[in-house]
């Protein structure tokens, strides 16, 4: 199964961020891509940027690795929207081989193939953990799927739509644990899953769960 693009180290990770946000300034107008995802990638990638020297600092920390870890998972969310709903969906037919480079993506695989578009709901449970943890468990990722995209939000009002749910996270393991600030205690996590293969096709959704922060 290939890898999911963004599971790659924290250098890596850094050079294939910047040269994404460098290929979404240069072709958001030609990809359709919403202002508001272009120049929130920027930001973010401008504060993962600074954590990541922080971290990389010989006196750096704990705090310091986790605050890098925390805007890597920002950024990466905005990085997989983009990629997901403008690139790999390619609403207006626009995609060639030289953007996806210019994205520091690979290019698509033209040859046939027999991938299944993931058809299935992910059936999955919420657990409590420690302290400001909840535990999504779902069944084992099928072969040649990248795993289950989490769509989420916390607080606010019950969702009547999964539109709704506007942070996303791939979970490439059966049990995985979801960590929540000091501030988000007392309030309710609500969370559906979709498989993803490895070309990138999302699955139907699940039904929408929630839980309380605790």
């Not at 979404?24 to 600074?50: E, S």
């Amino acid at each position: 199964m290939n890898r999911d693009i963004f599971s790659i180290g924290e250098a890596e990770f850094l050079n294939l961020a910047t040269t994404f946000n460098a290929g979404a300034l240069a072709h958001a107008t030609l990809l359709g891509i919403p202002d508001i995802l272009v120049t929130g990638n920027t930001a973010k990638l401008a504060a993962y940027t600074a954590a990541y020297r922080v971290a990389e600092s010989p006196n750096a920390g704990k705090v310091d690795r986790e605050d890098r870890k925390e805007k890597r998972e920002v950024l990466t969310q905005n990085m997989r929207k983009i990629k997901n709903a403008y690139i790999d969906a390619d609403p207006l037919d626009a995609i060639t081989p030289q953007i996806l480079l210019d994205f520091g993506l690979p290019p698509k695989d033209t040859t046939r193939t027999d991938v299944p578009d993931p058809t299935e709901v992910v059936p999955f449970t919420l657990e409590g953990g420690e302290y400001l943890q909840i535990i999504v468990k779902h069944p084992a990722c099928p072969p040649r799927y990248n795993g289950a995209v989490a769509f989420y939000k916390v607080g606010g009002a019950e969702p009547t739509s999964h539109k709704e749910l506007n942070s996303s996270k791939l979970l490439t393991r059966p049990r995985e644990i979801l960590s929540f600030e000091d501030t988000q205690l007392g309030q309710t996590l609500y969370i559906a899953l979709s498989w993803e293969n490895e070309k990138g096709v999302l699955g139907p959704p699940s039904p929408i769960q929630a839980r309380v922060i605790a």
